[in-house]
């Protein structure tokens, strides 16, 4: 069975309504990947020992908080050593993007997703879509996207109503920040504007997220049309909780 959802990226002037991260239906286990153990309300920890690449040693999700869950010591010259877990970070959005490396691994691992970075900064007439047609329970997509024409609104549909139901959805917006910057994942303090999630449902077949309508925007027809204005980015982060069509295919 074809198990397919769509998604289209675009820089649009209007939508959107604004909520805070909650926690999605995720059971504690210590063997979740990095997105889902974050969604989950869970603690991704990653450990370095000290080497002078600042290369990860180790990494995994846990039930409860460390003691602190944020310990960088550089003590020594050029190297960083200790926990870095996601419990440490202030938002959830940038412990995603730099605790699991979506711009890296999904494209090497997660050929499923489509790749990572959205470019929408010179023209407003882009809609750039992603279309995954095998989405596994327990894995997770994350997309940036980032215009100067306006504001960037993405809208997704669940192809297969079967599983409509089955997915958990979290954004986040960030101004002033272009194509090739991203979210610090060394500075726990940071704080995206417009940021949320929800879980999806059958009535739900069409979605929409835009920080536009929360912020009351004007956008002039000059940054509109030029392509002007500054650099706006939406993040958004799809996690696969369950697959309904094998319920469904049970009780038929």
């Known amino acids: 069975m074809t198990r397919k959802i769509t998604f289209a990226i675009?820089?649009?002037?209007?939508?959107?309504?604004?909520?805070?991260?909650?926690?999605?239906?995720?059971?504690f286990d210590a063997k979740l990947d990095c997105t889902s153990c974050i969604r989950g309300g869970w603690?991704?920890?990653?450990?370095n020992s000290g080497s002078p690449s600042a290369s990860i040693?180790?990494?995994?999700?846990?039930?409860?908080?460390?003691?602190?869950?944020?310990?960088?010591n550089k003590t020594i010259p050029g190297t960083v050593s200790g926990w870095l877990c996601s419990n440490g970070v202030k938002d959830q959005?940038?412990?995603?993007?730099?605790?699991?490396?979506p711009w890296i691994k999904q494209?090497?691992?997660?050929?499923?997703?489509?790749?990572?970075?959205?470019?929408?900064?010179?023209?407003?007439?882009?809609?750039i879509g992603r279309s995954i047609t095998k989405f596994p329970v327990g894995s997770s997509c994350t997309y940036r996207a980032v215009t100067k024409c306006g504001y960037p609104?993405?809208?997704?549909?669940?192809?297969?109503?079967?599983?409509?139901?089955?997915?958990?959805?979290?954004?986040?917006?960030?101004?002033?920040?272009?194509?090739?910057?991203?979210l610090d994942?060394?500075?726990?303090?940071?704080?995206?504007?417009?940021?949320?999630?929800?879980?999806?449902?059958?009535?739900?077949?069409?979605?929409?997220?835009s920080q536009a309508a929360q912020a009351?925007?004007?956008?002039?027809?000059?940054?509109?049309?030029?392509?002007?204005?500054?650099p706006r980015n939406l993040y958004l982060t799809v996690t696969r909780l369950k697959d309904s069509s094998k319920s469904a295919e049970n009780t038929e």
């Open 57 to 72: 040693t180790s990494q995994d999700c846990e039930e409860a908080s460390r003691t602190p869950d944020w310990y960088i």
């Open 153 to 182: 609104q993405a809208y997704w549909r669940v192809n297969n109503p079967k599983v409509a139901g089955d997915f958990d959805i979290a954004f986040a917006s960030v101004d002033n920040m272009t194509v090739t910057d991203e």
């Open 93 to 101: 959005m940038n412990a995603i993007v730099n605790g699991c490396m």
């Open 43 to 47: 603690n991704y920890c990653l450990n």
């Open 216 to 230: 009351n925007a004007v956008i002039s027809e000059d940054e509109w049309t030029n392509c002007n204005g500054i």
């Open 107 to 127: 494209d090497a691992e997660k050929e499923y997703c489509g790749s990572y970075l959205i470019d929408l900064t010179k023209n407003n007439q882009i809609a």
């Open 10 to 27: 675009a820089a649009l002037l209007f939508a959107g309504a604004h909520a805070n991260y909650t926690k999605a239906t995720i059971p």
């Open 185 to 209: 994942g060394w500075n726990p303090e940071i704080l995206t504007g417009f940021n949320g999630s929800y879980a999806s449902t059958e009535q739900m077949e069409y979605t929409s997220i």
